[in-house]
């Protein structure tokens, strides 16, 4: 038996992306490898040596980055995504600060980095100077649940939006797009987050509305994904993008610049520039104007996706730690 810790960000912290990783971890590494036993802890002070030694892990598997500088070796950790030395404008002094003295010696430690798209892996290789033979690159899943739900009722198509607000993620590019649909474009746009009056009233429409949802339960998200025209990521970049996997599995046709769609998904997405509010617009229109086509391509990338399941992950996983513990 093989005893690892997993440094787990409390999950109403996370981001809708780290969340489903945690939650995929625990919930279904038991049953595809029984050889391993993972201990979740949620604070950084779990983490120092002298409280380690309790748990007699035999490996520490850091899944964010708020962990304790003096964990112990050996580790692994998950590198999610280098937006803050991509785009370090977007982010404060103090987590520049973090990144250089905390973030970067802790991956640097690391007896394997796990990455989630082969993106994030060329860029651990060039931003963090890890060589390539460190880093395991293992595709997020998708909740397979998904594919029992039934489609969300609208009263008009809608394109939809999974994720937080924060300054990355383009949302000012699809609030323009949208806003510049012509009036016969009827089309709502649906995203998940808090209600954003000043939104609704700066890029109102008459064919159409902004509805923010607040926080959806499981069920609810993944009836929107079916019932949606589209599903749009926006962002500036991405370390996987895992709202693009979710909707493509369940042949919702995927619109997501060019830089935050997943590897595995781009080649059935629409891609665009981040920023091009013109050239999203105009995807959006044509997606309107002939749904069908949309939906045949779509179906087709359904069929391979659904081969990444959490199962998947999980196991890819567990064949790191073990590479790791028994080298």
């Known amino acids: 038996m093989i005893r690892v810790v997993l ?8 981001s809708m992306g780290m969340r489903a990783y945690t939650r995929a971890l625990l919930e279904r590494l038991p049953h595809v490898a029984p050889d391993v036993d993972l201990v979740p802890v949620t604070s950084p002070v779990a983490l120092h040596p002298l409280a380690l030694r309790a748990a007699r892990p035999q490996l520490v598997h850091l899944a964010y980055l708020e962990a304790a500088p003096l964990v112990p070796r050996p580790y692994v950790a998950m590198v999610h995504d280098l937006l803050h030395l991509r785009f370090p404008h977007l982010f404060s002094p103090l987590s520049a600060w973090y990144w250089r003295t905390v ?4 991956y640097r430690g690391a007896a394997r980095i796990l990455v989630s798209d082969e993106r994030v892996a060329g860029e651990c290789v060039a931003l963090l100077g890890i060589a390539r033979e460190r880093i395991r690159v293992m595709p997020l899943g998708f909740d397979e649940r998904l594919l029992d739900a039934a489609p969300w009722e609208a009263e008009r198509p809608y394109a939809f939006y999974a994720g937080n ?12 797009a949208w806003a510049a649909l012509p009036d016969d ?23 159409g509305t902004i509805v923010f949802l607040g926080d959806l339960d499981e069920k609810t998200l993944a ?18 993008g895992i709202p693009a996997l979710e909707a493509a599995a369940v042949a919702t046709p995927v619109i997501a ?4 769609v997943p590897s595995i998904v781009a080649p059935y997405a629409q ?8 050239a999203l617009a105009s ?3 044509a997606i309107v104007r002939d749904p069908y086509r949309a939906r045949e391509a779509a179906a087709e990338g359904a069929v391979r996706l659904r081969a990444y399941t959490w199962d998947r992950f999980a196991a890819s996983t567990a064949a790191v730690y073990r590479e790791v513990v028994c080298s």
């Open 103 to 106: 973030a970067i010696p802790l």
């Open 7 to 14: 440094a787990a960000r409390a999950t109403s912290r996370a």
């Open 165 to 176: 607000h924060r300054p990355h993620k383009g949302l000012a590019t699809l609030y323009e």
């Open 271 to 278: 891609t665009f520039e981040a920023g091009d509010a013109v």
């Open 257 to 260: 610049t060019a830089t935050a």
């Open 185 to 207: 474009v009827a089309l709502d746009l649906v995203l998940t987050g808090p209600d954003e009056p000043a939104v609704r009233e700066r890029y109102a429409r008459r064919s």
């Open 283 to 285: 995807l959006l229109c």
């Open 223 to 240: 009836r929107r994904y079916r019932g949606a025209l589209a599903c749009v990521l926006p962002s500036l970049a991405e370390g996987f």
